[in-house]
């Protein structure tokens, strides 16, 4: 009877033996080749959403929203994001130019005004005088002249409309590529009545300028003219201030 026992339990060890060293067989090498999966089925099931299985916690993005170099978005408050044109830095302003005035006298025009100091003076026409900035600004040094001649005795208020007409056509005749000038308006000059009138020119190198010519009929059959001619600009309204000044200043000795 033990023996049958002893036979009996040897049997089931060896069966036992069989299937643990079956199992082991089922143990894939990992450097083995995959099997061949291309005849499953991994369709998912009708009316499946994968994007259900995602976390969206912080990933979600908020269309017109602003999100930095990690993806983070940014809030009001946060880092100030520059704005065309509103929010962009303002550029620093240019400096106005200023001058120091001084009395000029001319004694073949008998005139007395006042211009800037330190600008250069060219009296040697009989019947003008020019002064001129020493400094270049914008590539053009800036000057005005006022000028005095006579007229004929028939010499009236139209004409003079005509005469600054022609002066500016000729100004803009040659050396620039553009030219353009406002209408005449009136304006006094020694408290006599005339015209006035603005003109931008644009010469072939490509520098701007600005002029402005005043002209009135004086008695005596004269007219005067007071031109002034500058950069076109940031800084004309600065020479515009000067012509003013000598405007207002000047009176007849």
Known sequence: MKKWFLILICA????MAAGWAAAENTQRDPMSIPEDTSNQDFSLPEGYDPASEEDHGGSAYTVGAAYDDFGLQIYAGATPIPLDPIDMPTPTPKPTLTFEYGAVTSDKLKLYFEAPAGWSVDASADDAITLT???TIDGYQASFTIRMYSVANTFKLNDLHT???????????????KWSTTEQAPRTLLKKDGYYADYEGTYY???AIYGRVMMALLDNNRVIMLHLSCTDGYFNSSYKAVINRVRDSLKLQ
Not at 12 to 15: H, W
Not at 169 to 176: D, I, K, S
């Open 205 to 207: 190198d490509g520098t």
């Open 163 to 177: 005469e600054l007409r022609t002066l500016l056509q000729q100004l803009g005749q040659y050396n620039f590529s």
């Open 133 to 135: 900035d020493p400094n």
């Open 12 to 15: 089931l060890m060896l069966i």
